[in-house]
């Protein structure tokens, strides 16, 4: 079964607005990363957050991290049509049984409008 | 080309027939990763290595597939007999890690498998 949830599971927004989504998950966690996938391509990397951060930045994207809610966010500022992809959080789960997987929830579509 | 590669982008394959994949990591990574995705839903795991050693097999994996990974470089995911219901993107990832630690994992473009 899959850890991770995203929401919502559509975005449909301006070019120039933010976007904002999260992923909430049900067990603890080493980290949460955030990828983004175009139509029918692989997965890119964008940002990896630790257990022990509460928010980080890369470019125009800034995640935070609750970790007593279980939840992550996903901010793209100033949204480019570019950014048109599904996202998806994934988690690796905390050191405790050898358990190095990551966990994918099903992802948040976006759509950037010109 | 550093990245992870995999071989073959498509294909397409009779119900019944077996279908090999390979997966090139990214050399200094470790660890690799299996994941199975279907349209609109997020990548499924499948199995994932550490170095030669396969660590778990998602209950989700049947007897028909098989995974490998000889001398902790590239691997193989091996589908026999295949059904309808294997049409899917298969998803190779890499990493580097160390016990707890575990950097991010980069993604190959995909096998998107289509069974006939």
């Known amino acids: 079964s899959q850890q991770g949830e995203e929401d919502p599971q559509a975005l449909s927004i301006q070019e120039g607005e933010n976007a904002t989504m999260n992923c909430s998950y049900k067990?603890?966690?080493?980290?949460l990363q955030w990828y983004r996938q175009n139509s029918g391509r692989g997965l890119v990397h964008l940002i990896l957050i630790r257990s022990n951060e509460r928010e980080k930045h890369s470019g125009r994207l800034r995640v935070t991290l609750d970790t007593s809610k279980k939840s992550s966010s996903l901010l793209i500022t100033a949204s480019r049509a570019a950014d048109t992809a599904s996202y998806f959080c994934a988690t690796q789960p905390y050191f405790s049984s050898n358990d190095y997987k990551l966990s994918f929830g099903a992802g948040t579509t976006v759509t950037v409008r010109a | 080309d550093t990245g992870v590669s995999q071989d073959p982008r498509h294909k397409i394959t009779k119900r019944g027939q077996n279908v090999t994949f390979r997966c090139d990591p990214i050399s200094e990574h470790n660890r690799l990763y299996w994941y199975r995705q279907t349209l609109g839903q997020g990548p499924e795991f499948l199995t994932y290595f550490q170095n030669e050693a396969q660590l778990e097999k998602s209950r989700l994996l049947s007897d028909r597939f098989s995974a490998e990974r000889p001398k902790g470089s590239f691997s193989t995911l091996e589908i026999q007999r295949t059904e309808q219901g294997d049409s899917a993107m298969y998803l190779c990832a890499s990493s580097l890690g160390q016990g707890a630690e575990n950097t991010e994992a980069f993604f190959g473009q995909g096998t998107r498998l289509t069974v006939v």
């Open positions: 067990t603890s966690i080493n980290n």
